[in-house]
């Protein structure tokens, strides 16, 4: 028989964002536990709608494995007596595990012989297994915002509601924070029924579509886009893969509706347009054949259709006022200038310990100043958070930025201006485009830097899940940013130039180091999704990374050359390099070239010194995969130095001189990573040792 466990999880509605990872630590965690129990199952489903999250899994077996369990008392020497009888000590052990002493064993072990009892223990039944595991499941999934409602403090999303356990079809007993477990779900708030009967964990799915809920995402999805597709009706819709990702998250039963708005409202920048009718009506757009905004959209409801009208003028009705909101807007905001409104930055506060965004204005100019002398660049700098003192901004958040920059246009400033103020907050993730301009990227770089040390400056450090002002995904979108755009200057520089704009920092030189290291880990999360090995990004982050394109660069070239049968070895031979200078003790000195002895020494010494102006070329041409193959080239001359030459002489004058040439040889491959971190094709990492 193939058994069945589902769990259901109900609750109050979920922010549609939070789902999807949710339900994927609620998979993980039945994963984790049916691993750590060595129970195999043949398949994983998991669904979820605004008010559920559930996982079900199929293959399971009846009981967990039966295992063996070894038992160790006292040793040998303890436990019997010189004629090998069993002494007091043993009859102790065995009437703590209620046995009779016939039934203990010596075993050798690492230390010696020790009396243990072997013992089976038979498998519990799985779904036992998984009932005393849920709450420890449920407790697992993290969120980023959490509520109390009972007297416990238990922290959730959303306060339980109804919990679904069966294993086949019988409930399997279970109690979470005051909510019993049982075979009954909820249908669809409006048109379904209020409770849903599953008959047993097949059934689930079913089950709940009959009660106008469709608990598998995917499906949801499908009737989405269909529904797109037919009501476009010969119209071009414009595609937007993340508002269909979270009206999937807010219907339980959607279907697509079409409506209108007045044209008049097209005078209104595409930009608010699109925005307003996005994030507060969550509408689709629809173009003209030439590109530009129809008056209709497309929007997603939670229901089987609209067949009178009724919902689709209600919607029409909520969005003309919106419109309105926003047409009103766009004419009283442009009564006053950025220039004028310039001022009123100094009322709206960036953080309490770090002042006004009229403070962090005057910072950006100085910091874009020094990342590049443009007029146009302070100009964009200046004026770039100015929108924040607008009505649009205020009412619709999401505009910041692209509203500054449609009002800098329309004040007829340059496009090197207003392009670089509507581009500065991008990218907002690792999948949105970086500014098409220089300014518009360069104005980024310097917000973003300026938030990430002004935060670590006065304490607010991401930690957990807690990262209040976003500083990872800022700093993965400034990496992003210094990928796209090409930038040289240095993390160091960048960092640097943020820090002098704090100067009541106390404590300047512990943010510097605390600021590159967290910009080191975003640096290695990107270069990692890029596809780059992770022990690769070690080997060249391990060695300081001067500009971001340029440590890029080091690791696709040491990615290129790494499963070189050569520069393997000489990997595992420069482990061996710092292996010995670690545990020398000795200070670094000066290579005295007469004072070699043996043959080995003088040939690593003639090929090093021939070798490092033709490698120090390469590397000022950026030329790192070249480079990289002259040290790999190298091998001979270090293998015959090992097979010659013992390093460690009593002698001190040799020893030093043999340190200080293996010191020079270590450099050379410090200049472009450090290959002590790559773990070889065939697993760990190599051990090399010696002296």
Request: aromatic residues 8%.
């Amino acid at each position: 028989m193939m058994n069945r466990f589902l769990f259901e999880l109900g609750t109050e509605e979920i922010p549609a964002a939070m789902i999807e990872p949710a339900v994927g630590q609620l998979r993980s965690g039945f994963e984790k536990v049916l691993a750590d129990e060595e129970v195999a199952w043949e398949r994983i489903f998991s669904y979820a709608t605004p008010r559920r999250l559930a996982v079900l899994l199929e293959g399971l077996p009846e009981r967990r494995p039966d295992r063996e369990e070894v038992l160790f008392g006292p040793p040998r020497s303890v436990a019997l007596d010189p004629e090998g009888r069993p002494t007091a000590a043993a009859a102790g052990f065995a009437r703590k595990l209620g046995v009779d002493v016939d039934r203990l064993e010596l075993m050798r072990t690492e230390k010696g012989d020790y009396l243990a009892l072997r013992r089976v223990l038979p498998g519990d039944p799985v779904a036992e297994i998984l009932s005393r595991a849920l709450s420890g499941i449920i407790a697992s999934v993290s969120w980023p915002k959490t509520m109390v409602w009972t007297e416990s403090r238990f922290r959730f999303i959303r306060p339980l509601r109804w919990f679904v356990c069966l294993w086949n079809d019988e409930v399997v007993p279970f109690d979470f924070e005051g909510v019993s477990a049982g075979r009954q779900s909820r249908g669809h708030r409006l048109i379904g029924s209020a409770l849903v009967e599953i008959p047993d964990a097949g059934g689930y799915v079913e089950s709940l579509r009959s009660a106008f809920v469709l608990a598998d995402p995917a499906e949801r999805r499908s009737r989405i886009e269909e529904g797109l597709r037919r009501e476009a009706n010969g119209m071009k819709l414009r595609r937007d893969e993340g508002l269909v990702d979270t009206v999937v998250h807010l219907n339980e039963f959607p279907s697509v509706i079409r409506g209108s708005f007045k044209p008049a409202y097209l005078e209104i920048p595409a930009e608010v347009l699109v925005t307003v009718r996005r994030f507060h009506q969550k509408d689709f757009s629809l173009l003209e054949e030439d590109g530009g905004l129809a008056p209709h959209f497309l929007t997603v409801v939670n229901t089987e259709g609209d067949p009178d009208g009724r919902i689709r003028r209600g919607h029409e009705k909520v969005l003309q006022a919106r419109l309105e909101d926003a047409a009103f807007f766009w004419r009283t905001d442009r009564k006053l200038s950025l220039a004028e409104r310039i001022d009123s930055l100094g009322h709206v506060l960036f953080q309490e310990n770090l002042g006004t965004y009229l403070e962090k204005t005057r910072r950006l100019e100085w910091i874009c100043g020094e990342l590049l002398p443009d007029d146009n660049l302070r100009e964009a700098a200046r004026l770039c958070k100015v929108d924040l003192t607008t009505d649009m901004v205020r009412e619709f958040t999401e505009l910041q930025g692209v509203v500054g920059g449609l009002y800098a246009r329309e004040e007829g400033r340059p496009a090197e201006v207003w392009k670089a103020i509507y581009e500065h907050y991008r990218p907002v993730s690792l999948e949105d485009d970086p500014p098409e301009s220089l300014n518009g990227a360069l104005l980024s770089v310097a917000d973003r830097i300026d938030s990430v040390v002004g935060c670590f400056g006065v304490g607010l450090v991401p930690s957990g899940s807690s990262d209040p002002f976003a500083l990872r995904r800022q700093t993965q979108g400034l990496i992003v940013l210094l990928l796209a755009k090409g930038v040289e200057t240095p993390l160091q520089r960048l960092v640097d130039l943020a820090l002098a704009g704090f100067p009541k920092f106390q404590n300047a030189s512990e943010v510097r180091g605390q600021v590159l290291d967290f910009l080191y880990r975003r640096l290695h999360f990107v270069l990692q999704r890029e596809g780059l090995p992770s022990d690769v990004l070690k080997a060249v982050l391990a060695v300081g990374v001067g500009s971001v394109p340029d440590a890029r660069e080091r690791a696709r070239a040491l990615a290129a050359i790494r499963n070189d049968a050569d520069f393997e070895a000489l990997a595992a031979a420069f482990k061996r390099i710092r292996n010995i200078l670690a545990k020398s003790g000795e200070e670094p000195a000066a290579i005295d070239p007469g004072a070699f002895v043996e043959e080995g020494e003088r040939s690593l010494h003639s090929a090093l010194e021939g070798l490092r102006p033709r490698v120090e070329e390469r590397l000022r041409r950026k030329d790192y995969l070249e480079a990289l193959r002259m040290i790999a080239a190298f091998r001979g001359p270090v293998d015959r130095f090992f097979d010659d030459v013992l390093v460690m002489a009593e002698d001190v004058i040799l020893r030093r001189n043999r340190l200080a040439l293996l010191r020079a040889v270590s450099d050379l491959f410090l200049s472009i990573a450090d290959v002590s971190e790559i773990v070889p094709e065939g697993g760990g990492k190599n051990s090399a040792k010696g002296s």
